[in-house]
């Protein structure tokens, strides 16, 4: 299968944002830097695209311009071994003027749509005891950033 690399379209902010998010994740970094030429649309010697990895996963950044901005149609799922990882990848994603939304997502302050949750959530949400399930997603429905132990708490509450 060919390699599938999503690009991240940006007004002008690109490389800041691929280093910010290289500073986020282990394991990430910048591997490649173009810029406009004469031939334009962007001025000459600007950022075109960088291209960075976050833990071995590539992305492109394209600085394209104003005309398409990020929606919560496309977002990226972090799967969260603890508490701990949620509340470390919530915190630097909404800081600097992030905003929390429903349910484990959230925007950066870039305004790309993340979804920070714990692993097995899956499984949670369809567990053969439906009763179980259904009261796991209605704690999910209440909150912000998921709280594994009041999560797990409704969960198991009979």
Same mark, same amino acid.
């Given at each position: 299968?060919?390699?599938? $690399?999503?690009?991240?379209?940006? =007004?002008? *902010? %690109?490389?800041? +944002?691929?280093?910010?998010?290289?500073?986020?994740?282990?394991?990430?970094?910048?591997?490649?830097?173009?810029?406009?030429?004469?031939?334009?649309?962007?001025?000459?010697?600007?950022?075109? $695209?960088?291209?960075?990895?976050? =833990?071995? *996963? %590539?992305?492109? +950044?394209?600085?394209?311009?104003?005309?398409?901005?990020?929606?919560?149609?496309?977002?990226?799922?972090?799967?969260?071994?603890?508490?701990?990882?949620?509340?470390?990848?919530?915190?630097?994603?909404?800081?600097?003027?992030?905003?929390?939304?429903?349910?484990?997502?959230?925007?950066?302050?870039?305004?790309?749509?993340?979804?920070?949750?714990?692993?097995?959530?899956?499984?949670?949400?369809?567990?053969?005891?439906?009763?179980?399930?259904?009261?796991?997603?209605?704690?999910?429905?209440?909150?912000?950033?998921?709280?594994?132990?009041?999560?797990?708490?409704?969960?198991?509450?009979?």
């Amino acid at each position: 299968m060919p390699k599938i $690399t999503p690009n991240l379209w940006f =007004d002008t *902010q %690109g490389k800041e +944002a691929a280093e910010f998010y290289c500073s986020v994740f282990p394991n990430s970094r910048i591997t490649a830097v173009t810029h406009y030429t004469d031939a334009g649309p962007g001025q000459a010697g600007s950022v075109l $695209t960088v291209e960075f990895e976050l =833990d071995g *996963q %590539g992305y492109l +950044a394209l600085n394209g311009g104003p005309q398409f901005t990020f929606s919560e149609a496309v977002s990226l799922l972090i799967e969260c071994a603890d508490q701990e990882e949620i509340d470390y990848y919530w915190s630097k994603l909404t800081e600097g003027g992030g905003e929390e939304g429903p349910c484990g997502w959230l925007k950066d302050k870039y305004g790309l749509s993340w979804q920070v949750a714990p692993g097995g959530m899956a499984e949670l949400l369809n567990d053969p005891d439906r009763d179980r399930a259904t009261r796991a997603m209605k704690a999910i429905f209440g909150m912000k950033k998921i709280d594994i132990a009041a999560l797990m708490a409704a969960a198991d509450a009979a």
